[in-house]
Nanobody, 117 residues
């Protein structure tokens, strides 16, 4: 049974930083592409960043240059480093992993990020 456990969210002021973590209980973590999504009430879920097992990254324009997605295969963990946070970044952030070869994907429980003065 696969579980993704997220941590690192919280309340910060504009301009500050947070690092989100997502630990995955999978046997071979390196086979999965990883991603972070976010959602605010009344809005569609938005892809924030994705990182394939081959090292390709994609970011939504609004976070490019401020956020960095990374992974540690030894720790089976996905990270999202968020710098220069803005109020518009306020959302629930969800970790996602996807195994293309089996068309399987799994989601974290979500962690709240609030950016406010």
């Amino acid at each position: 049974q696969v579980q993704l456990v997220e941590s690192g969210g919280g309340l910060v002021q504009p301009g500050e930083s947070l690092r989100l973590s997502c630990a995955a209980s999978v046997s071979i973590f390196s086979r999965y592409a990883v991603a972070w999504y976010r959602r605010t009430p009344g809005k569609q879920r938005e892809l924030v960043a994705t990182l394939t097992s081959g090292g390709t990254t994609i970011y939504v324009d609004s976070v490019k240059g401020r956020f960095t997605i990374s992974r540690d295969n030894a720790k089976k963990t996905v990270y999202l480093q968020m710098n220069s946070l803005k109020p518009e970044d306020t959302a629930v952030y969800y970790c996602n992993i996807r195994a293309v070869i089996t068309d399987e994907q799994y989601w974290g429980q979500g962690t709240q990020v609030t950016v406010s003065s």
